[in-house]
Structures are given as C-alpha cells and as structure tokens.
Nanobody, 114 residues
Framework: QVQLVESGGGLVQTGGSLRLSCRHD??????IGWYREAPGKQREMVAT???????NYAESMKDRAAISRDTVDNTVHLQMTSLKPEDTGVYYC??????????WGQGTEVTVNS
C-alpha cells in the first residue's frame, strides 16, 4: 500500500514562513508536486519537482517558494516565505509515476492570519 505523508502545516502570521514536507514510498517517479485548495476555489498547483530535479512554480509563488527533495529519505519539502492571507488553504502532496499513476496525500492545512 502506498504511503504518502504530509506534515508542516499550521497557523502563521502574514509575512511568516512555513516548511511543508511530504514523505513517500513510491518508486519510478515522474514528478512530485504541492497543490493547494483555498476555501471556495479549485485546487491549484503551487510547485512541482521532476525526477530530474526540474522545478516549476505558480506565478504567485515564484519568488516566495522553494521546492526541494531528499532522495535518501524520499521526502519533498516546500519552503514558503512572505506568506499572505491568500495563501491560506489545504496543501496536498501529489505524486505522479512514470506509468502515470497519481497519488494524493491527505492534505495539511495552512492558515495565514492578517
């Protein structure tokens, strides 16, 4: 059974920082990404990192987020800085394999107070 465990969400003040982590046991990855779902809005991509280390960011997060990976313990981190109230939402880790299988984590909540 696939395991995909997220951690690091919480409550932070505007301008603060958070580091989200996603630990998995999935092999043959194509890419891993962080997505968020704000209240009343559709889920959107925040950042992704490919098997080869290529990163991609949402325009709104380009200067405020950094996605990285630790291949030793199979963990992907999302460091977010200068957080704004509009960054509030549930953040999900998504893993896509080379066979196009898709796995989602259970989500971790991020709340940014003004």
């Amino acid at each position: 059974q696939v395991q995909l465990v997220e951690s690091g969400g919480g409550l932070v003040q505007t301008g603060g920082s958070l580091r989200l982590s996603c630990r998995h046991d999935i092999k043959l990855l194509d890419y891993i990404g962080w997505y968020r779902e704000a209240p009343g809005k559709q889920r959107e991509m925040v950042a992704t990192i490919s098997y080869y280390g290529k990163t991609n960011y949402a325009e709104s997060m380009k200067d405020r987020a950094a996605i990285s990976r630790d291949t030793v313990d199979n963990t992907v981190h999302l460091q977010m800085t200068s957080l704004k109230p509009e960054d509030t939402g549930v953040y999900y880790c998504k893993v896509v394999t080379m066979f196009s299988s898709v796995y989602w984590g259970q989500g971790t909540e991020v709340t940014v107070n003004s």
